[in-house]
Nanobody, 119 residues
Framework: QVRLVESGGGSVQAGGSLRLSCAAS?????MAWFRQAPGKEREGVAL???????RYADSVKGRFTISQDNAKNTVYLQMNSLKPADAAMYYC????????????????WGQGTQVTVSS
């Protein structure tokens, strides 16, 4: 069982930046960030493999950067040029093998951290 603990959410004005962190209690191979806005389905934002390879949703390419510290089993999501459309609950997810940006690929989930973006 892997426990995930997110931090770093908050409120920011449009155009601003936030950095999310997610610490895992054990080994993971793929770590990802998902988000869910009220009334919408949860969507994959970005993922990173233990090798360092990354994938991004088209909606965040060029604005968000996912990175990791394997020694700390921690993944980060740097979010720049935030838009009101980015406002959502952000969830960290982890898998013990390679995965995609589909939520059913992930066994482990954090509790979420709220991101609010005002216009």
């Amino acid at each position: 069982q892997v426990r995930l603990v997110e931090s770093g959410g908050g409120s920011v004005q449009a155009g601003g930046s936030l950095r999310l962190s997610c610490a895992a209690s054990g080994y993971t191979y793929t770590m990802a960030w998902f988000r869910q806005a009220p009334g919408k389905e949860r969507e994959g934002v970005a993922l990173i493999f233990r090798t360092g390879s990354t994938r991004y949703a088209d909606s965040v390419k060029g604005r968000f950067t996912i990175s990791q510290d394997n020694a700390k089993n921690t993944v980060y999501l740097q979010m720049n040029s935030l838009k009101p459309a980015d406002a959502a609950m952000y969830y960290c997810a982890a898998a013990a093998r390679g995965a995609s940006l589909r939520e059913y690929d992930y066994m482990y989930w954090g509790q979420g951290t709220q991101v609010t973006v005002s216009s």
